[in-house]
């Protein structure tokens, strides 16, 4: 990583606020070059609270941005941060059309070329594609990381129609923690207790909504820009990791966009911006890399960068298992087209007889982290363990290794005896002493077998074919390796396990089969980058502690009574004091429960703690959220509950308890 402290322009930033249409005033920061010549302006909108929660990261590229030429723009989402107004939920209308007020606000201010480029990771990538999609004019560019194009199969809550209970609960409890946080009246004045007060209320469990909508309905289309991908006019470049997952997001992007207007690449990263040196590596210079692309569209200089493949891919060579890696070994591939002329879809017919597949519920607690960001424990461990819950079929690789690039498909035929249940399919690289390594997986609910926007039950006895896709990966798998396939009838906590599920089902290996993209080894255009680069950093402070820090992933079983938890902690980033004095302490741990033969006994609980502070001020505020989720034959139970303190005052005490019918399998 390297520290750049001289740029082309020097820079100046002051904090504004935007006025929308409806009178309400986001809370921004700009960092401008100083110059006399109007710039782009490029926007990071998010709900994440730029005085505090991202500053260090801001820190990072907004100055950097300036510092070549350009307005960079970060903005707080209505009801979050300093902004004014109210939370609301993320999927609905107003986010989108805020943002589209905020692009026409900068493109009109005098200091602005009237162009404006977006930019941004998870949420802030998704909001970015979702205003592409609304075209306003001066939007000519956008940089998606990390991001959906898919709120319904390619999010946090569902998976092949089935519940992520991993990530639907911890999204769902981590919203509802972050929500409740107050505007810090070092930036908003006196105001602040009163503009708090009108937002708890206003805050409501997302789990709510999202369990009640099980079907790719209307809820869930509405925040998607894949039901009309020709409604993006700006130039997209989209980026994800293969331990993101948001990757295929990439792929249908450029597949389905104006090769002329759209750029991919992949690389070997998790949930972060691709240059913070985060594992698994290697990084890139990606702010130099975007750089490129907001001078070509924004300035109309020739950088070359539509000269690039449509696709630069990193493909891993066969590693061992391990639950982080600095740097994982492979190489850069690039593809003018998608689908790519040097892919070929290769079909292995599994071997053998009818089996049964009918695994323990506690089948899942080795998948690793949903949404990895580079902690230690993230990755999946060896899979040996997870493979012996399951069924397997093995494929040898004999003299010259396999390499697929893009997303395996299967076609299974199964009987089943119940009316729902949901296949896992797992694809590991098996080294010649055994160690399993997770290569990629897909999950189907065997009731959306049909489509996602329906349920149909099962005919218990019926036998059927069903097919769907694993998610995208790039991966090498080395001559005297195996290629094993592992099907399982649970994955907790990751798949929320339905009523009568423990009976699995039977897999009819004959008929069954699994395809995978295999790249045929090519002459390879150049593909390199820069090295990674930062601004300066902010200088955050983590105080030193004696407590003994709890383990991000650890699992306890009670033999006597089959019960089996898995305890997470987050790492958010538990106590850190900024340069003007605040400090913010975060502290969270999820926990997911089952035992080994009753899919009924799934719970999940969440608690969180966070504390804004500021000791010339004598501000000192705190919540405190539990967030829990079980359920029996008909429905769901969710549990929540939230208490806010001003010091030793409390001011808002709420508890929202919910049966939710489970409907859609």
């Known amino acids: 990583m390297r520290i750049r402290t001289r740029f082309p322009y020097d820079t ?23 110059t006399d010549e109007p710039v782009p302006a490029l926007l990071e909108y998010l709900p994440y609270r730029l005085s505090d929660w991202t500053a260090p990261r801001d820190q990072q590229r907004h100055p950097w941005y300036a510092g070549h030429g350009y307005a960079s723009v970060r903005v707080d989402a209505r009801g979050h941060g300093n902004s004014e107004g109210l939370p609301g939920d993320a999927y609905d209308g107003t986010g989108p059309a805020d943002g589209v007020a905020v692009v026409h606000w900068l493109a009109g201010q005098e200091w602005c070329s009237g162009q404006v480029g977006m930019f941004g990771i998870s949420w802030g990538g998704s909001i970015s594609l979702r205003i592409a999609a609304l075209a306003p004019e001066p939007l000519k560019a956008i940089v998606t990381v990390c991001s959906t194009d898919d709120r ?17 609960h911890a999204r769902a409890a981590t919203t509802l923690a972050f929500a409740a946080r107050p505007p810090d009246p070092a930036h908003v004045g006196d105001d602040w207790k009163a503009m708090w007060l009108k937002r708890l209320e206003a805050v409501h469990p997302p789990i709510h909504t999202w369990l009640a909508h099980r079907t790719r309905d209307a809820y869930w289309t509405h925040g998607s820009v894949c039901e009309d991908y020709s409604a993006i006019e700006a130039n997209v470049l989209a980026v994800g990791g293969w331990h993101d997952p948001y990757r295929d997001t990439v792929l249908r992007l ?59 891919s990193w493909i891993s060579e066969s590693h061992r298992p391990a639950t982080v890696y600095e740097t994982l070994p492979g190489r850069w591939v690039g593809d003018t087209g998608w689908p790519s002329k040097n892919i070929a879809t290769i079909a292995y017919a599994l071997q053998g007889g009818p089996q049964t597949v009918r695994s323990p519920q506690q089948t899942g607690l080795d998948a690793g982290r949903l949404v990895p960001f580079g902690n230690d424990a993230d990755l999946p461990p060896d899979q040996r363990d997870e493979d012996a819950k399951s069924v397997s079929f093995e494929f040898p690789v004999e003299d010259a290794p396999i390499e697929i690039l893009g997303r395996p498909r299967v076609k299974l035929r199964i009987r089943m005896d119940v009316p729902h249940g949901q296949a896992i399919v797992r694809l590991c690289d098996v080294t010649p002493d055994g160690a399993s390594t997770l290569v990629t997986r897909g999950v189907l609910n065997l009731s959306a077998r049909h489509g996602r926007d329906r349920s149909d039950d099962w005919t218990p006895g019926a036998t059927e074919d069903v097919t769907f896709e694993l998610n995208g990966i790039g991966h090498t798998f080395s001559p005297g390796h195996r290629i094993r396939l592992a099907v399982s009838s ?152 939230m208490v806010c303190k001003d010091g030793d005052e409390i001011v808002f005490h709420r508890t929202w308890v919910k049966r939710i019918p489970r409907t859609a399998g």
């Open 12 to 34: 100046a930033h002051e904090d504004v606020r935007i006025p929308l249409p409806d009178g309400t005033r986001l809370y921004a920061r700009i960092w401008r070059p100083i």
């Open 152 to 168: 319904y199969d390619n999010d946090v809550h569902y998976m092949g129609g089935s519940v992520l209970a991993v990530g639907m």
């Open 254 to 312: 450029v597949a389905h966009l104006d090769p002329a207007k759209v750029r991919g690449l992949i690389g070997p990263w998790s949930h972060q911006y691709p240059d913070r040196g985060l594992p698994p590596g290697p990084s890139i210079g990606f702010l130099q890399e975007t750089l490129r692309w907001w001078d070509q569209h924004l300035k109309d200089e020739d950088t070359g960068v539509m000269s690039e493949p449509l696709l630069r």
């Open 490 to 641: 649970s994955y907790w906590p990751w798949i929320w396990p339905q009523a009568g599920s423990a009976a699995g089902f039977t897999l009819h290996a004959d008929g069954s089969v699994v395809e995978l993209p295999v790249r045929h080894r090519t002459e390879e255009p150049s593909i390199t980058f820069e090295e990674a680069e930062h601004a300066e950093p902010l200088v955050v402070v983590l105080p030193v502690t004696l407590d003994e820090p709890r383990p991000e992933r650890l699992v306890v079983r009670d033999v006597a009574k089959g019960e089996w938890r898995l305890e997470v902690d987050p790492r958010y980033g538990g106590t850190r004091v900024h340069p003007d004095g605040l400090e913010f302490t975060e502290d969270g741990v999820d926990a997911y429960t089952i035992q080994e033969n009753d899919p009924l006994s799934a719970r999940t609980r969440s608690d969180w703690t966070i504390r804004l502070h500021r000791p010339e001020m004598a501000w000192d505020v705190k919540i405190e959220t539990r967030s829990e989720i079980s359920g029996d034959e008909h429905d769901f139970l969710t549990s929540d509950e």
